[in-house]
């Protein structure tokens, strides 16, 4: 029996160990209680100590997401819409996370009914178009800011909100698109309407430009011909009255030109004074 005892002690003393000994890990942080008392919290990784009757109690330092249901919510313009936020969170303080909600289900949940709550209070200062265009991003914020606000009360910080999806409900979809796409079409009808009339005037001041050209160059032709011909019957003059003998000759040779063609027969008479020019002379 008295061999026994200094095992027994031995396998005690382990047994003690090795409930007081304890790891945090680099993802954790955690705090030590005692009957329910708060003893300390333990923000670092590492090797820790307890008493053999305190509780460890750890919770996940990481940034941890939370996806809210998908909620009906009503905007400014009277349009419903659904959204579904997405939060992202970290405990900041342990003890005051423990003592308010607990555990990581409880903290969601609560974080959920915050959010949803903050969201569709900003939605209702907003029209549809605005919140599924370009103001998304000022809504969200405005949220995040809110609800990191709110949570803190629970240890918990809010890194940022975002909303995944915003769409109309499904029963409304396909009037919303319907009239979506009669309105496109209308815009359209009014651009192709006022393209064709952009299209006629276009023509109408081409049209006119082309025959103001086509007058001007017939003038111009006119203008030239008349131009020529009168230097022409200068040119004439101007031979007839140096040497009327030569003119005349140039004359018939360009009378010939113009009268006789090739394989062409003609019969005159000897007399004829259109070939007095092709008679021999001695």
């Known amino acids: 029996m008295k061999k026994l005892i200094p095992w027994f002690i031995v396998v005690a003393a382990f047994i003690a160990a090795s409930t007081s000994v304890f790891i945090i890990d680099e993802t954790e942080v955690a705090i030590v209680t005692q009957f329910g008392q708060h003893k300390k919290s333990i923000m670092s990784p590492g090797l820790n100590y307890k008493l053999p009757w305190q509780d460890v109690t750890r919770m996940d330092r990481r940034v941890l997401s939370s996806n809210s ?3 009906r919510m009503l905007t400014k313009d009277k349009k419903y819409l659904v959204a579904d936020p997405v939060t992202r969170w970290q405990i900041q303080d342990p003890l005051l996370f423990f003592k308010s909600v607990r555990n990581e289900a409880q903290a969601k949940h609560r974080i959920d009914d915050i959010v949803l709550s903050e969201l569709r209070r900003e939605l209702g200062t907003a029209n549809f178009g605005d919140i599924i265009g370009n103001e998304r991003e000022p809504i969200v914020a405005k ?3 809110a609800a990191r606000t709110r949570v803190r009360e629970f240890g918990i910080d809010i890194i940022d909100v975002r909303i995944r999806r915003a769409d109309l409900p499904q029963e409304v979809q396909k009037s919303v698109f319907d009239r979506m796409k009669a309105e496109r079409e209308r815009v359209a009808k009014k651009y192709r309407s006022e ?3 952009e299209a006629q005037k276009i023509r109408a001041d081409t049209d006119k430009e082309k025959r103001i050209l086509l007058a001007k160059a017939y003038e111009t032709e006119q203008k030239l011909k008349g131009e020529g011909d009168a230097e022409s019957i200068r040119i004439y003059a101007e031979a007839f ?3 009327e003998e030569f003119y005349n000759f140039v ?6 030109e113009a009268s006789i063609k090739k394989d062409d027969t003609l019969v005159l008479s000897s007399k004829s004074e259109l070939f007095r020019y092709l008679k021999s002379r001695k």
Do not use: C, F, M, N
């Open 195 to 197: 393209g064709e009339e």
């Open 241 to 243: 009255g140096k040497d």
């Open 251 to 256: 004359r018939s040779l360009e009378a010939y």
């Open 69 to 71: 249901p998908s909620a």
């Open 143 to 145: 949220v995040a800011t």
